[in-house]
């Protein structure tokens, strides 16, 4: 019965959907909240020592006030900072990746390329040799004297230049 109640409580259900402005890709959280501590430890260490430092600032009391009013934006700098490093790492990654991919395609496409080139040649240069066989066979049932080059012999690519 507890549980229907709070299913039916106004702080539950359709209207407390959320999403989070601050959303960090699940594999790049460990770096995310590496990199917002140690921005936030260095600028707290730092507005403390400017406020310790400070002589306008005197006795505990102002020190506090300086804190307090320092120390929540530069968590949210913080914060900010490493979620825009963060994100340009992953569109880094990402933008890495598809260029890779777009590599990986032309090379593909010029090695079929290259692939046709090359079977084009094997293909002209088999029928080279089928027409002078043709040739050669028709002289040799006629009769007679059959003195042309195999293709790709020197003489052959003599008279070809």
Request: aromatic fraction near 8%; charge should be negative.
């Amino acid at each position: 019965m507890q549980e229907e109640e709070r299913e039916d409580s106004p702080s539950r259900g359709v209207d407390d959907d959320r999403e989070s402005i601050w959303t960090i890709p699940t594999r790049l959280k460990r770096w995310y909240f590496a990199l917002f501590s140690l921005q936030a430890v260095a600028a707290t260490a730092w507005i403390i020592t400017t406020a310790v430092t400070d002589k306008n600032v005197n006795g505990v009391s102002e020190i506090l006030l300086f804190l307090w009013r320092y120390l929540a934006p530069a968590a949210v700098a913080s914060a900010t900072f490493a979620l825009v490093i963060i994100d340009t790492a992953n569109g880094i990654m990402v933008l890495s990746t598809w260029l890779q991919e777009t590599l990986d395609k032309r090379r593909q496409r010029e090695e079929e390329r290259h692939r046709k080139e090359l079977q084009a040649a094997v293909d002209n240069e088999r029928q080279r040799w089928l027409d002078w066989n043709r040739r050669r066979e028709a002289a040799a049932q006629a009769g007679e004297e059959f003195n042309e080059p195999p293709p790709g012999t020197a003489e052959n690519l003599e008279e070809k230049a």
